[in-house]
């Protein structure tokens, strides 16, 4: 299964991290949105940085990884645990952002964050 066909969010799994308190729970899955949103930005500052840095990288994936894993988005987690392991890479790489495929990886996983996380949105929005 990719990460495509993977729930956005499991509200029973979630309900359930959150003892079924419901509004505990939208709390948490909108403070996700706003960490999510802030990680993502340092993400996109560090990809146009000229300095050949993949740890913000490393770091801000990491963060959305976790938190989505306890909040048990599934989408997130796995989009952002690809990134992770790609930056990560990327980091012990000797080219770093010199080399085009090492970029080209990194670049992949980060766009495809970016539609976990506006399929995070959408799913927001909707309930």
């Not at 952002?97 to 927001?124: C, G, R, T, W």
């Amino acid at each position: 299964m990719s990460w495509e066909d993977s729930a956005v969010i499991d509200w029973e799994e979630a309900m359930q991290q959150c003892g079924d308190d419901e509004e505990f729970l939208r709390e948490l899955l909108d403070d996700l949105r706003d960490e999510t949103d802030q990680q993502m930005a340092r993400m996109e500052e560090s990809i146009k940085d000229e300095k050949d840095d993949f740890v913000p990288i490393v770091r801000a994936a990491h963060v959305i990884k976790g938190a989505a894993s306890n909040l048990m988005c599934e989408q997130l987690r796995s989009t952002a645990m690809a990134l992770e392991t790609a930056s990560q890479t990327a980091a012990n790489s000797k080219d770093g952002k010199n080399n085009p495929d090492v970029m080209k990886m990194v670049q992949e996983k980060f766009d495809a964050l970016k539609i976990a996380v506006s399929n995070y949105h959408k799913k927001l929005e909707e309930i």
